[in-house]
Every structure is written in structure tokens, then in C-alpha cells.
Antibody, heavy 121, light 111 residues
């Protein structure tokens, strides 16, 4: 049974950083890319980036370049999303999701439950 | 502003058919990248509904059908049911942005 379990909700201040986690289980961690997608309140889905857990290579949306880092811990099959210089517009639910296909793909078949991050002074 | 354009909302009565369009350009759908569709019920994570243009994951009813043509794609839902009321998103890759992209989403209302 595939599971992606994300860390709990966070409240943080403008200018600070956040780091949330996504612990995976039930499949071969290194065989499927992991993506991060966020959704601001009442808004649509926004792709942030991905990691190839096998080699650790990453790709990020241009909008977040310089502020976002995705990493993985192979010993715990966990992926992390770090976002710096937070502003109120970063308030959103952040989802991790794995690809169904092998190699580079974006067909996201299993999703975490989402982590609400609130940026407020 | 999403590079993939979807109608903000569509509606139809139970039992009817509805089509949700996803319009891209030569940098994404027109470049041959796969199109996937997701269904998101209120307060839940998105669910993969259609992958690689017109394939259904196990468990998705055949009432859901995906297609693509040139620079656009469509999701057709036939035999509408109340449980289909949700937000639907198309997704592809854009080579100019070198990024995965989502459409803006379409809210389906079952009247």
C-alpha cells in the first residue's frame, strides 16, 4: 500500500523559511520522481518542483528559483521542501505527489494529504 | 495566468454529458507532451483521473474520457452523477518554461 504522509501544519512569519516533509512507503522510493504542488486558498494547483530520488537531481519552476530547495533522505524514503523568504502569498496547502511512470514523468498517482502553511505576522 | 486555459466553470444536469477544454500552445500540448487530468473534491488532494491523454487509472469509471488534438485537450464526462461535482485540472509540460504546468481549473456543478 502506497502512502505519502506529510508533516503537520505550520504558522510562520514573513521573511522566515519553512521546511516540510513527505515520508513515503509502499513502493521503491528510487523508482519514481516526487513532485511538490501547492494550492493557495480558493486557487488552483501550482507546480513547484521535483526531485529524482535516485540521483537527487532537481528541477524547479522559474517562479521559485532561488527560494526553493527539494531534498531527499534515502535512509527514510522522505522528501523535503524548503522555501525561504516567505511572504503572505506563500500561504497555501503544499502537496507532495509521486509519479506513476518511471523516469521523468508528471503523472501524479499518489498524493500526500497536504500541509497547510500560513505566513502571517 | 496559466499557460493552459480552462473554462472557470461548467454545469449540467445528472445523466448529461459535459466537456471541459484545456487550451495550450506549441510549447506544451502542441509540442507533443502528455496531458493528464485530475479531479479534486473539496478539501481533498487531487486524484489522477486521466493519464497520457486518454488512459484511465484502475478504478476510474469509463464515463471519463480524455482526448487531445493539436494544441488542446478535452475531458468528457458522460452520465453525470452528483459525485462528479468537483474541480478538474489539466496538466502538461511546457518546454519554454521548462516546467510542469497546470490549467487554471474548472469547477463542475451538477445541477
Amino acid at each position: 500500500q502506497v502512502h505519502l504522509v506529510q508533516s503537520g501544519a505550520e504558522v510562520t512569519k514573513p521573511g522566515a523559511s519553512m521546511k516540510i516533509s513527505c515520508k513515503t512507503s509502499g513502493y521503491t522510493f528510487t523508482s519514481h520522481y516526487l513532485h511538490w504542488v501547492r494550492q493557495a486558498p480558493g486557487q488552483g494547483l501550482e507546480w513547484m518542483g521535483l526531485i529524482n530520488p535516485s540521483g537527487g537531481s532537481t528541477s524547479y519552476a522559474q517562479k521559485f528559483q532561488g527560494r526553493v530547495t527539494v531534498t531527499r533522505d534515502m535512509s527514510t524514503s522522505t522528501v523535503y521542501l524548503e522555501l525561504t523568504s516567505l511572504r503572505s502569498e506563500d500561504t497555501a496547502v503544499y502537496f507532495c505527489a509521486k509519479t506513476m511512470s518511471y523516469a521523468y514523468a508528471f503523472d501524479l498517482d499518489y498524493w500526500g494529504q497536504g500541509t497547510l502553511v500560513t505566513v502571517s505576522s | 495566468q496559466s499557460v493552459l486555459t480552462q473554462p472557470p466553470s461548467v454545469s449540467a444536469a445528472p445523466g448529461q454529458r459535459v466537456t471541459i477544454s484545456c487550451t495550450g500552445n506549441s510549447s506544451n500540448i502542441g509540442a507533443g507532451y502528455a496531458v493528464h487530468w485530475y479531479q479534486q473534491l473539496p478539501g481533498t488532494a487531487p486524484k489522477l483521473l486521466i493519464y497520457t491523454n486518454n488512459n484511465r487509472p484502475s478504478g476510474v469509471p469509463d464515463r471519463f474520457f480524455g482526448s487531445r488534438s493539436d494544441t488542446s485537450a478535452s475531458l468528457v464526462i458522460s452520465g453525470l452523477q452528483a459525485e462528479d461535482e468537483a474541480d478538474y485540472y489539466c496538466q502538461s509540460h511546457d518546454r519554454s518554461l521548462t516546467s510542469v504546468v497546470f490549467g487554471g481549473g474548472t469547477k463542475l456543478t451538477v445541477l
